[in-house]
Antibody, heavy 117, light 107 residues
Framework: EVQLVQSGAEMKKPGESLRISCKGSGYTFITYWIGWVRQMPGKGLEWMGIIYPGDSKTRYSPSFQGQVTISVDKSISTAYLQWGSLKASDTAMYYC??????????WGQGTLVTVSS | EVVMTQSPATLSVSPGERATLSCRASQSVSINLAWYQQKPGRAPRPLIYGASARATGIPDRFSGSGSGTEFTLTISSLQSEDFAVYYCQQYNNWPLTFGQGTKVEIE
């Protein structure tokens, strides 16, 4: 069974750094892209970026380029989304999702990030 | 960036009735269009890819159609578990983009 298991909810202060994770199992991790999707409270889905674990090739949405970093450790089948300096506007649910052809066929359960002073 | 526009924003339907949801792209995305269902507090669930192919385990009351810039998701006979928010997503161009969603609610 394909599974993407994300790290737990985080509560941070503005200016702090954060890395959240997404561990894949039940499939050959390096042969599928992993994407990240943001959902702000009460809002829709926004694609942030995507990484190919096989070679760490990465693409970002222009809206998120320079704001976050997507990385992967293929030795432990885990993708990451990180921030260097969080803002209150980063408060959202973040989902990772698997894709072979850029539609997402399996999703993680989501990680809620709350940024508040 | 390809802008995806869904209509209506909210659709009120009675159980057993048909629901028709629309998604329009600002430029052609061929058939590279997916639909997702999201229930409160849950991750999105893939329904349709390639504009009309059902994802694994999706019942046949869900169907997708369209190509180019106009797409439709039809739920032939709404069940109680189908009341949710539905999103379209194009994957023909970078960046990947989602529509703003259509909420299907009980009339």
């Amino acid at each position: 069974e394909v599974q993407l298991v994300q790290s737990g909810a985080e509560m941070k202060k503005p200016g702090e750094s954060l890395r959240i994770s997404c561990k894949g199992s039940g499939y050959t991790f390096i042969t599928y892209w992993i994407g990240w999707v943001r959902q702000m409270p009460g809002k829709g889905l926004e694609w942030m970026g995507i990484i190919y674990p096989g070679d760490s090739k990465t693409r970002y949405s222009p809206s998120f380029q320079g704001q976050v970093t997507i990385s992967v450790d293929k030795s432990i089948s885990t993708a990451y989304l990180q921030w260097g300096s969080l803002k209150a506007s980063d408060t959202a649910m973040y989902y990772c999702a698997r894709t072979a052809t850029n539609w997402f066929d399996s999703w993680g359960q989501g990680t809620l990030v709350t940024v508040s002073s | 960036e390809v802008v995806m526009t869904q209509s209506p924003a909210t659709l009120s339907v009675s159980p057993g009735e048909r629901a028709t949801l629309s998604c329009r792209a600002s430029q052609s995305v061929s058939i590279n269009l997916a639909w997702y269902q999201q229930k409160p507090g849950r991750a999105p669930r893939p329904l349709i890819y390639g504009a009309s192919a059902r994802a694994t385990g999706i019942p046949d009351r869900f169907s997708g159609s369209g190509s180019g810039t106009e797409f439709t998701l039809t739920i032939s006979s709404l069940q109680s578990e189908d009341f949710a928010v539905y999103y379209c997503q194009q994957y023909n161009n970078w960046p990947l983009t989602f529509g703003q969603g259509t909420k299907v609610e009980i009339e």
